[in-house]
């Protein structure tokens, strides 16, 4: 790949950020003409046997022509390297046909019925992924985000749902069934990445006896919203605002810490182990001069974490930083 064509690809795949400019099906992008349109509809399981699965479809504006989509998704098996396959494709190689409620992406499709059911095959491998709820959007307090005239807006689609995975990683002829529980969310942007937020802190308790999620964003403006804690069962819970803490060690393993507060009262996350990071902008080296100026140079680490309240449980789960390490 010749290093042009790598440029361009990172700008449509670093940040194909994650609003919805009108009410459509659940899983219906709404693409928009602004230059920094970008929509994403993201799900994620947490497997019994500590497996992480990510998939997300994705829609942008960003880099030369428009309306591109990305299929992409990351495995993580205890132990083992990450596998994180994607493909490009031109808008005459997506679309969602509402008879069928399916969002198609080159080989990969989304489809909601009783359930919501994800196949990503790609790169002499396959994720398949039932949740066993439907996608049913709710967007919480303050989820939408104005910066001037641009737009963002955040809405869960399965907060919590049990979900089956069959996965067959590249060189291997074995289909691995597993189980776990799972979350997916859709976004949608015109804010140019860059200038969207400072920091984003993301927990999410997916398997267990607790399950409840957490979002946290910090403005350029000083503001903090969306900020909301959501238990299973219960409505989401606003936070007011949040510090982040490194704990010490080497800058690229390290893991963080983070304390939020709200009507909720005190809530601290604490990292207890580095799933993964990554920093595709980091990763370009000289390359990543040419699209820092749009989309910043985002990190983004995913961590084993423990979540504390005052008089109530420790929840275990999954705890994501994501900040600009320019």
């Given amino acids: 790949m010749r290093p042009e064509q790598l440029s361009r690809l990172t700008l449509l795949s670093v940040l194909t950020l994650p609003l919805l400019a009108g009410a459509g099906a659940p899983l219906e992008p709404l693409p928009s003409s602004s230059d920094n349109y970008g929509e994403s ?56 046909d509402a008879a069928t409620s399916t969002l198609r992406m080159g080989p990969c499709t989304m489809h909601a019925n009783a359930g919501t059911v994800i196949s990503v095959p790609l790169d002499n491998g396959l994720v398949n992924i039932h949740f066993t709820e439907p996608p049913s959007p709710q967007a919480p307090q303050g989820s939408e985000v104005a910066v001037g005239t641009a737009r963002y807006r955040h809405e869960v689609l399965v907060p919590f749902s049990t979900a089956k995975v069959s996965l067959r990683l ?66 989401p819970q606003m936070l007011e605002r949040f510090e982040l803490r490194r704990q010490a060690g080497d800058a690229k393993k390290a893991g963080w810490e983070a304390d939020l507060s709200g009507a909720v009262g005190p809530v601290s996350l604490r990292a207890t182990s580095l799933v993964l990071r990554t920093a595709p902008v980091q990763d370009l080296g000289v390359l990543g001069s040419l699209v820092k100026p749009v989309v910043g140079s985002p990190v983004t680490y995913l961590m084993r974490a423990v979540l504390q309240r005052p008089g109530q449980p420790d929840v275990k789960g999954l705890m994501e930083v994501t900040l600009d390490e320019s």
């Avoid at 997300?56 to 309306?67: A, D, E, K």
């Avoid at 299929?71 to 808008?91: E, H, I, L, Y």
Wanted: aromatic share 12%; with cysteine; glycine share 14%.
């Fill in 170 to 235: 590249p060189k291997s002829n074995a289909l691995l069934e597993l189980s776990g529980g799972g979350y997916g969310d859709h976004s949608h942007s015109t804010v140019a990445p860059a200038k969207l937020a400072r920091s984003w802190v993301r927990f999410r308790a997916l398997r267990g006896e607790s399950n409840l999620l957490l979002l946290a964003r910090e403005g350029f403006d000083g503001g903090f919203t969306p900020a909301y804690l959501w238990p299973a069962g219960s409505e």
């Fill in 41 to 96: 509809f993201t799900f994620m399981v947490d497997l019994e046997d500590g497996t992480f699965v990510f998939t997300q479809f994705s829609i942008t504006n960003l880099g030369p022509g428009s309306r591109h989509g990305i299929c992409r998704a990351t495995v993580v098996r205890p132990g083992q390297k990450a596998w994180s396959p994607q493909v490009k494709v031109g808008s005459d190689e997506w679309g969602y």
